[in-house]
C-alpha cells in the first residue's frame, strides 16, 4: 500500500471524527454526571480566599489572566503583549518600551503558555514566565507586583510556540522555533528550497537568580523541523530538555497532509549541561543578531528598551553527544515529562496509543549506541530500546499531560474530547471524563512540579458551543474543573475565562499572597519627573516639549489649572500618586489624547504624552472613584495658538 496513501486516510480520517464528535456534542447527562455536592466543593464564601492562583495564558488577546481556584473568580488580568486600557500599558510613556521589538512597537502577540518558576523543582511563587508565539518573545511577571517585569525578544527564530518552559531551578527558560526559516546569510531565497535552506533554533535563556533578569545564553541550530512543546528533566534527568517536533518530512506546503506522511516523527532531547559546557569552552560563534530586551524597573517606575546585536550559536556538529531524537509517533504536540524524572510521555495527534519514554532506557541507548539510523546527521534512538510502555486505546487526539501526587498521568484527548486518567508504571488506562468541548492544554495543580498538589484539574477546551447562554458570534471561552481527589474524576464547575487560554499553571495561595506589594514607598520612587509632593509640582518647557510634574491625591490633581500651552506642544503629563493607602489608586485621562488614560498606583509616577493639536480648553479628571469626591478630582488644560 501506498504510504502516503494511508496517512492521507487516516488524517481525513480524524478529521471527519472531529466533526462526528462536534456535532453529537450535546451536553448528554452533563448535568447527572455532576455530583451532589460539587456546589459545596467550589462555594468560597464572601469575604474569604481561594486555595489556589490559577494563572492562565490569554492565547490571541496577549494577556495573562489570573483566576482563584475551586471558585473559577477572576482575579486579574495583566497585560503582557497587548496594550491594556485598564492601566495604561503601552500607552503610558513609562511602559511604552515594554512592547518594544527589532521590529518597533509590536502591540499584539499570541501567549500560550505559562511557567511558573521553580527552585528544586517546586514552584518558589516569585515569578512566571510566559512565551509570545508570533514576534518571537519570552516575558517575566513579576508576582510581587503582577506586573509584566521583562519580555526578551528571540532572534533566529519564527513562531516561538515551545516556550518558555523552565528546568528545575529556574536556570533557563527556552525558546524553540516553530516554524523554520533560513537562519543566517541571506534570508530571501525560494521557499522550496526549504530542504536545503530552512534550520530551526533552541534557544536558552539564562535567568539570573536572584534579579530575575534574562539573557540568551546561546542558541543551538537544528534540523529544520516544527519544534512544538517543551519540557525540562527533572531529578535524575535535571541535565535534560525534550522538544516534541512534528514535520520531520521538512514540508513547506499543505502539512495538513505533506507533514503527517512518516508514522513517526521525534522528541528531541537536548543535554543543556553539555551544551552549557561546550557554549564555556568556546565551541560556538557569536553571529549577528537583532532583537529587543525590555526591562521595568520597578524603583524608577520606567521601563528601558536595548537593541542587542549577536548571539552565541552552537552548531550541533560540533558539539557530540548533544541531541538525540526519540521516534514518536505521530505529530507529537506535548511532551510531558513526569515528578519523578524517569518517564517522558510523547502525544502524538495523529496517533492511538500514547508512548511513555524511560530516561533510564535513554541513557542506556545512548551508552550502548542503541541507534536506528540518523536524522540530519544526529543519532536517532531505537524506540523499543527506550519505550517504558504505551497506553493502549487511551482514545482519540492525545494533546497534553499531566501528573497527580499518586503517579498517575492526565492526559487531554482533543478528537474524543476527554480526559484519561493512567498509571504510570503499568500504562493502564483507570478512568476517562468528557470535556465540553474539544479539550487543548489540561492543568493540574502543581502537575509539571516534582510535587504536585494533586486535587483539581482545569480542563482548556477550544469550543464553548451550549456551555454558556450565548453572545452573539463569539461566545466565552469554556473551563471546567474537576475534583480529582478520590479515584474518579469528577466535574464540579465551568467556569468562562477571557480567551484564548492555552496552558494554565496553578499555585497555592499562601505562596504568592504575602509577599504581594500593597503600595510602592513615595520616597523610593525614582522615577527622574516625580514629584513627591505639591511642593514640587511645576510646568517646565523645551521648545514645543512640556512637562507638567502633577500630584494626585485624595481629592485633587495638581496643578489642575494648566495655561500657556501653544498648539503644537508635546506635552507630558507625569502624575504621581502621593497616597501611601493600599487600594487608592488614581487615574488621569483628558479629553482627545490621542492615547489612553493612566492608572497610577500609590507611590508611583506614570506619564501620558499629549499632542496638543487643537485650540481650546480640555478636561482632565481622574478615572478611578476614589472617594466621595472623587467626581470633583478634575481640572483644565487651556491650549492657545501659537
Ligand atoms: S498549544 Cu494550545 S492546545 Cu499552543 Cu500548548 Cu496544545
Ligand atoms: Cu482620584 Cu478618582
Known sequence: MNPNSNRFLSALAITAIAAVSLNSCKPKGAEAAISGDAASKVYVAPGKYDEFYDFVSGGFNGQMSVYGIPSGRLLRIIPVFSTFAENGYGFSEETKPMLNTSHGFVPWDDLHHIALSTTNGEHDGRWVFANGNNTPRIARVDLKSFRTAEIIEIPNSAGNHS???????????????????????????????????????????????????????FQILT???????????????????????YNSEKANTLLEVNASAKDKDFIMAVNWKKAEQYAKAGKGKMVPAEYAHNIYDEVKHQATSTIEKQVLMLDPKDCPDMIYFIPCPKSPHGTDVDPTGEYIVGSGKLAALIPVFSFTKIQQAIANKTFDGTFDGFPILKYEAVLHGEVQKPGLGPL???????????????????????????????????????IGHLSVMGGP??????????????????RYLPTGPELAQSAQLYDISGDKMKMILDFPTVGEPHYAEAIPAEKIRNNSIKIYKIEENQNPYAAKGEAQTKVTRNGNEVHVYMTAIRSHLTPDNIEGIQQGDVVYFHVTNLEQDWDVPHGFAIKNANNAEILIMPGETQTLKYIADKVGIFPFYCTDFCSALHQEMQGYLRVSPK
Open 400 to 438: 497534553h499531560t499531566e501528573f497527580d501526587n499518586n503517579g498517575n498521568a492526565y492526559t487531554s484527548m482533543f478528537v474524543s474530547s476527554e480526559i484519561v486518567k493512567w498509571n504510570i508504571k503499568d500504562v493502564k488506562v483507570l478512568d476517562r471524563v468528557p470535556t465540553y468541548y474539544s
Open 449 to 466: 512540579t516534582r510535587k504536585p498538589y494533586g486535587k483539581y484539574m482545569i480542563a482548556y477546551n477550544k469550543i464553548t458551543k451550549d
Open 163 to 217: 516556550s518558555p518552559f523552565i528546568t528545575e531551578n529556574t536556570e533557563y527558560t527556552v525558546a524553540g522555533t516553530r516554524f523554520s526559516i533560513p537562519i543566517q546569510g541571506n534570508p530571501d531565497v525560494p521557499i522550496n528550497t526549504y530542504k536545503q535552506n530552512f534550520k530551526g533554533t533552541i534557544s536558552f535563556v539564562k535567568v539570573d537568580s536572584s534579579t530575575g533578569h534574562m539573557n540568551i545564553a
Open 223 to 245: 534540523p529544520g523541523v516544527n519544534f512544538d512543546l517543551s519540557r525540562a528533566g527533572k531529578g535524575k534527568s535535571h541535565d535534560w530538555f525534550f522538544f516534541s517536533c
